[in-house]
C-alpha cells in the first residue's frame, strides 16, 4: 500500500470559481494526496469580478486554527503549500507592478523564500527577489542560482518576457533544481519550456500550476524535465477546454466574462491524473 502524503494548504478559498484551495485542492486528491485546506481568505468570488464580498483572517486567526489542528496532534505534513508562490507582482505592457506593499519584499526575501523548498516566481518577481535585472537566458540561469542561494532547492520561472525562437505567439518558462548527491556534491538541472500564449486572462492558474508542480515533482523528485512537463501539458490542456467553453459561452464572437473564464478543472480530471505531454522541456 502507498504511503499517505498529506499537504497543507494554506490559501484563500472562494465559494464560486476556482483560485486559492478551490484551485488546488481537486487536482492534488486526484493526484493522490490528502490534503487540509487552512483558509487564509474566505471570498464569495475572485476580485476579477465587478464585486465580492468575505473575510480576510488575520495572523491570530490562522494561529488559532492551526492550534486546533496541534492540539488533537494532526499536524504533521509532507509539505506546505502556501501562494506565497511568491505572489508579489506581475508585468503588463513591459512594466513591473506590485500586487503587495511594497515593505514586504524583505518579508519574503529574509524569512519566506529561505524555507520553502520549491518556488514559482514569475519574471518580475525573480527580479525583486534576486534584486537583479533578465534581459537574456543566462542572466535568467544567474538569477536561479541567486534564488537557489537564497534557499529553494527547485525554482520555476513560470513566465518570461524572453524572446522564443518560435515567435511572439510563445512564452518561455526556465526550470533550475538543485540535487544533493550522497557524497555531497550538488548537480544542477536546467530546462527551457516554450508554451503557446493564450489570448485570454484567467485567475487561479498560479495556484494551479504550484499544485500540480508539488504533486509531479513529488512524484518525480530527480527530473525537473519530466516534472514540469506534465505539470505545463495539464496547465494547457485546462486553459484549451476553459477557453473554449467560455467562447461558446459567450457566443457572437463577445469577449467573455470572468465567470465564463472559470478554469474548467473538474473537467479537465483525466488531464490532471495523466497529461497527455504536448510542451517538451529542453535540458539545458
Known amino acids: 500500500m502507498e504511503a499517505e502524503c498529506r499537504v497543507l494548504s494554506i490559501q484563500s478559498h472562494v465559494v464560486r470559481g476556482y483560485v486559492g484551495n478551490r484551485a488546488a485542492t481537486?487536482?492534488?486528491?486526484?493526484?493522490?494526496?490528502?490534503?487540509?485546506?487552512?483558509?487564509?481568505?474566505?471570498?464569495?468570488?475572485?476580485?476579477?469580478y465587478a464585486h465580492w464580498k468575505g473575510q480576510v483572517l488575520n495572523s491570530d486567526e490562522l494561529h488559532e486554527l492551526y492550534e486546533g489542528l496541534k492540539l488533537n496532534n494532526v499536524n504533521k505534513y509532507d509539505y506546505v503549500l502556501t501562494v506565497c508562490d511568491p505572489v508579489m507582482g506581475d508585468k503588463w505592457n513591459g512594466e513591473g507592478s506590485m500586487y503587495v506593499p511594497e515593505d514586504l519584499l524583505p518579508v519574503y526575501?529574509?524569512?519566506?523564500?529561505?524555507?520553502?523548498?520549491?518556488?514559482?516566481?514569475?519574471?518580475?518577481?525573480?527580479?525583486?527577489?534576486?534584486?537583479?535585472?533578465?534581459?537574456?537566458?543566462?542572466?535568467?540561469?544567474?538569477v536561479m542560482d541567486v534564488l537557489h542561494a537564497?534557499?529553494?532547492?527547485?525554482?520555476?520561472i513560470t513566465s518570461s518576457d524572453l524572446p522564443s525562437s518560435r515567435g511572439s505567439d510563445y512564452l518561455i518558462a526556465l526550470g533550475s533544481q538543485r540535487t544533493r548527491n550522497p557524497d555531497g556534491?550538488?548537480?544542477?538541472?536546467?530546462?527551457?519550456?516554450?508554451?503557446?500564449?493564450?489570448?485570454?486572462?484567467?485567475?487561479?492558474?498560479?495556484?494551479?500550476?504550484?499544485?500540480m508542480l508539488l504533486?509531479?515533482?513529488?512524484?518525480?523528485?530527480?527530473?525537473?524535465?519530466?516534472?514540469?512537463?506534465?505539470?505545463?501539458?495539464?496547465?494547457?490542456?485546462?486553459?484549451?477546454?476553459?477557453?473554449?467553453?467560455?467562447?461558446?459561452q459567450a457566443a457572437g464572437g463577445l469577449k467573455p466574462s470572468p465567470a465564463q473564464l472559470e478554469l474548467r478543472i473538474v473537467q479537465s480530471k483525466k488531464d490532471i491524473e495523466n497529461p497527455e505531454i504536448v510542451v517538451q522541456a529542453t535540458v539545458l
Open 150 to 156: 537564497m534557499g529553494p532547492d527547485t525554482v520555476v
Open 215 to 248: 504533486a509531479w515533482t513529488h512524484k518525480h523528485p530527480n527530473n525537473l524535465k519530466v516534472a514540469c512537463e506534465k505539470t505545463v501539458s495539464a496547465m494547457h490542456h485546462v486553459l484549451q477546454r476553459t477557453i473554449k467553453c467560455a467562447k461558446a
Open 26 to 48: 481537486f487536482p492534488l486528491q486526484v493526484l493522490g494526496f490528502e490534503i487540509d485546506a487552512l483558509n487564509s481568505v474566505q471570498f464569495s468570488n475572485h476580485t476579477g
Open 109 to 142: 526575501k529574509e524569512k519566506v523564500v529561505p524555507v520553502a523548498d520549491i518556488i514559482t516566481p514569475n519574471q518580475f518577481e525573480a527580479e525583486l527577489l534576486s534584486g537583479r535585472k533578465i534581459h537574456s537566458e543566462e542572466e535568467a540561469l544567474v
Open 185 to 211: 556534491s550538488v548537480v544542477t538541472e536546467r530546462i527551457r519550456m516554450e508554451m503557446h500564449k493564450v489570448d485570454a486572462v484567467f485567475v487561479g492558474t498560479g495556484d494551479l500550476f504550484a499544485a
